[in-house]
């Protein structure tokens, strides 16, 4: 063994695998508990400007507008005709327009969780966060698409 | 010499035909009758048996009594597969753009789709570049066009059986001039609209859309509890301060009603879904392991100064404008997953004393780091350890729409057949070479 394998480099096995069958198996996680499948989702998807500025357009607001004057030309009508009054918020994001390039439509955030009798930190609280733009956007279906030319034959 | 044979397909199934030798001459047919009678029967060969496998599913078998009764579906295929094939390479016809007319061509359409769907392309297709190859390639040439030559071909059946003239008791329909009329419309005419859109819709559906962003926006919207979406034509004319149908009122009421009660609830002192900024305050990736180990006491202070400031955007009232998932008790980790216990282990270590490295796609940064921790979430044993710790009694009232685990499970795996668990994959460990048997005889 000392002579043979470094001078001929015949093939040794791997020492680290101890297992007595001549096989093993691997396993992977399923996509959904690894976190770089959502950060990458998340990513990929970034502000989505190319599909919300064609919406805006199609509610008959600017491109400059904010999501408190999108919330606003949304729910004007239902709360008109229905009589309620309640502030939409104002404040921060609220009022810097939606198509500002560095709001993405998904965002991860996290909080140490205080629970329990002692309030000591007893887990990580951590949160999917979903512009209300995009909830807008992605709530809604094309319409159904026209069937196929063969089919139609 | 053994004679060769060759493969031929019946009925589906394999069988081994024996064909003559090469370089002799065959001989007549034995005639019929007694001399053909008195020839000695073949020999059932074992190797007769084993040709006959099993291993292809039974083929379509197209007979003559199912074209007599579909001719105009497979005069149409013939022309589509034999036909077409052979004038279109003989002809070396090109693809027609439309000139001196004002219409959509495929490059006016290719720059409204990039455009359009620049944050929803696939990762490989986000590059501007790439995409615009993909559609003149791919794209144009084996997604549009075929679909056009269906059409053109559907158009001239149709058109050729109206024509259709009684004659001696036949119907007699003019295919000769409905290839005519195929190939002029392929030589003469630019591609219409309406396969210019169809063709559209199949690349969109799948080849170019990033189907985990669909994943993504369902899981979101599923466990805030959306019942009944409104279309975006409705929302628009809504907006616009148009008329809507009874249909389109209760839509937009039920979706309005949702988003108000997320964004503002009636109740002042209930809780919206809206989420504060402490949430999304930047964080250094030695302060997320941090918080990760909640379960050391002597951490305890430094977790509770980091709570501390990030929770003042509560005091301040500071709300984002991200939408919660609107889970009971929040998704929250109480058992750090072995990936990230592994991480905090090698960070603990001393400098030089450990070999091994983080793994990026889980400590490279405190975003995939966070993302890990709620990825970690979406198994049934975390669920269930949750709602243990976040309050007895909650599983049995637990609602069925913030089931996050069998949302993935279910809904995920099997609707989009985005990967559960995988199959397991057996690697060969081969034996020493200097022990095999087989290296020794070799030698």
């Given at each position: 063994?000392?002579?043979?394998?470094?001078?001929?480099?015949?093939?040794?096995?791997?020492?680290?695998?101890?297992?007595?069958?001549?096989?093993?198996?691997?396993?992977?996680?399923?996509?959904?508990?690894?976190?770089?499948?959502?950060?990458?989702?998340?990513?990929?998807?970034?502000t989505a400007q190319g599909l919300i500025r064609p919406v805006l357009s199609l509610f008959g607001m600017h491109e400059d507008a904010s999501r408190e004057e999108l919330l606003l030309k949304i729910l004007g009508p239902y709360m008109k005709?229905?009589?309620i009054t309640r502030n939409i918020p104002s404040e921060g994001a609220w009022k810097r327009k939606i198509l500002d390039g560095v709001t993405n439509c998904f965002k991860m955030g996290l909080m140490p969780h205080m629970g329990g009798e002692t309030t000591d930190p007893c887990g990580v609280q951590t949160v999917l966060g979903m512009d209300v733009v995009w909830l807008i956007i992605s709530q809604v279906t094309p319409p159904p698409p026209p069937p196929p030319v063969a089919a139609r034959l | 010499m053994v004679p060769s044979s060759v493969l031929?397909?019946?009925?589906?199934?394999?069988?081994?035909?024996?064909?003559?030798?090469?370089?002799?001459?065959?001989?007549?047919?034995?005639?019929?009758g007694a001399a053909g009678a008195a020839r000695v029967p073949k020999r059932k060969m074992a190797r007769d048996g084993a040709a006959v496998a099993d291993d292809k599913s039974p083929m379509k078998c197209v007979t003559p009594e199912l074209v007599a009764a579909n001719l105009l579906f497979f005069s149409f295929r013939h022309c589509c597969r034999k036909i077409f094939p052979v004038v279109h390479r003989n002809l070396t016809l090109s693809f027609r753009e439309p000139g001196y007319v004002f219409r959509s061509d495929m490059r006016s359409l290719c720059k409204s789709w990039s455009t359009l769907t620049k944050d929803l392309r696939r990762v490989y297709m986000k590059d501007s570049d790439t995409a615009s190859r993909t559609w003149f390639g791919v794209f144009v040439s084996s997604t549009?066009?075929?679909?056009?030559?269906?059409?053109?071909?559907?158009?001239?059946?149709?058109?050729?059986?109206?024509?259709?003239?009684?004659?001696?008791?036949?119907?007699?329909?003019?295919?000769?001039?409905?290839i005519e009329n195929m190939f002029s419309t392929m030589y003469f005419t630019p591609m219409p609209f309406h396969v210019q859109i169809e063709a559209l819709y199949v690349m969109m559906a799948q080849k170019s859309l990033d189907l985990n962003t669909m994943i993504l926006s369902c899981f979101q919207l599923h466990v805030m509890g959306l019942k009944t979406n409104c279309d975006i034509n409705v929302l628009a004319l809504a907006c616009n301060g148009e008329s809507l149908t009874s249909e389109q009122t209760l839509r937009y009421d039920s979706f309005c009603e949702f988003l108000l009660d997320k964004i503002v609830p009636a109740d002042v002192t209930e809780k919206g879904a809206l989420l504060h900024d402490g949430f999304f305050k930047p964080l250094k990736l030695e302060q997320v392991l941090a918080c990760c180990e909640f379960g050391d006491t002597t951490m305890h202070g430094d977790i509770e100064k980091i709570h501390a400031h990030r929770n003042q955007s509560v005091l301040k009232n500071s709300q984002s404008v991200y939408v919660d998932l609107g889970v009971d008790g929040g998704v929250v980790t109480y058992d750090v997953p072995e990936s990230i216990r592994a991480c905090m282990d090698i960070k603990k270590a001393a400098a030089g004393s450990n070999k091994l490295v983080?793994?990026?796609?889980?400590?490279?940064?405190?975003?995939t780091l966070i993302a890990q921790l709620f990825a970690s979430q979406m198994t049934e044993e975390a669920e269930t350890l949750r709602v243990f710790n976040q309050g007895t009694g909650r599983d049995k009232c637990m609602k069925q729409h913030q089931q996050l685990a069998s949302w993935w499970s279910v809904a995920a795996t099997s609707g989009t057949r985005l990967p559960g668990k995988s199959p397991k994959i057996t690697v060969l460990v081969f034996d020493v070479c200097r022990l095999a048997a087989h290296a020794l005889c070799a030698y």
């Open positions: 063994m000392c002579v043979a394998l470094p001078r001929t480099r015949s093939v040794l096995t791997d020492r680290r695998m101890t297992t007595q069958s001549d096989k093993y198996n691997v396993d992977y996680d399923p996509v959904f508990t690894t976190g770089h499948y959502f950060s990458e989702t998340i990513n990929n998807l970034g005709s229905k009589r | 031929c397909g019946s009925n589906g199934r394999t069988r081994m035909v024996p064909v003559v030798q090469s370089g002799v001459a065959r001989g007549p047919d034995p005639p019929a549009a066009f075929p679909l056009w030559v269906k059409s053109v071909n559907a158009m001239a059946h149709h058109r050729s059986v109206s024509f259709a003239q009684p004659s001696n008791g036949r119907m007699v329909v003019p295919i000769y001039q409905c983080v793994d990026p796609y889980v400590c490279g940064s405190p975003e």
